[in-house]
C-alpha cells in the first residue's frame, strides 16, 4: 500500500457499535494456512496485535514473545496479524513473514496471515475496531486485550510498548486468579 493510500485511509471512520459483541465469535488464517477459531481461547484473555515486519516499532515482537513466555503459562494468549495497511511494511508471503518473525525474535505465539486491519478490514478486524471504547489502529503494533468471555478490555497505541506498566497491570487483572 503507497504512502498516498495509508494516507487515504485514515478518513474513513468505521461506525461504532452500540454494544460490545462477542470477539471470539470469529476465526482466521494462519501463516501455515491453517484455521484457528477464537472460540478456542475462550476462557483466557487475548492480546490480539496488528504487527508488521517492516516498521521501526518492530522490535516490539521481542516484547510480545516475553509476555507470551511469561504469562503464558496461566492462560494469556497472544495473537499477531501481520498487516501492510500502513505505507506496507509487511512482507506479501506467510512464509516470509514467518522465517522473519521466527529467526528475529524467536516468535512462538500464533501469527495471522497478512489481512487487512484497517484499510479493508477482515471481519475479525472489523468487529475489534468498531468495539466501544475501541478505534482502528493508527499504525502498526496497536494492541487490544481481550477478556476471557470476548469482550474488549482496552486498546493500547503503538508507542505503548508490551511491557508497559499500563499493559502488565491489565493483563495481570484479567488473568484467573
Known sequence: MSILSTAKMY???PAKRGSASD???HSV???DGSTLDLNTLRGRPTLIVNTASKCGFT???AGLQHLYETYGERGLQILGSPSGDFADQEFDSADEVGAFCRKNY???FPLTAPTSVRADPDPLWSDLITQPNSAPPNWNFTKYLIDADGHLIRRFGTKVK???PEVISAIEAALPG
Open 106 to 108: 524467536g516468535v512462538s
Open 23 to 25: 470477539l471470539y465469535d
Open 11 to 13: 478518513f474513513k471512520r
Open 162 to 164: 508490551p511491557e508497559a
Open 59 to 61: 522490535p516490539q515482537y
Open 29 to 31: 488464517t494462519l501463516l
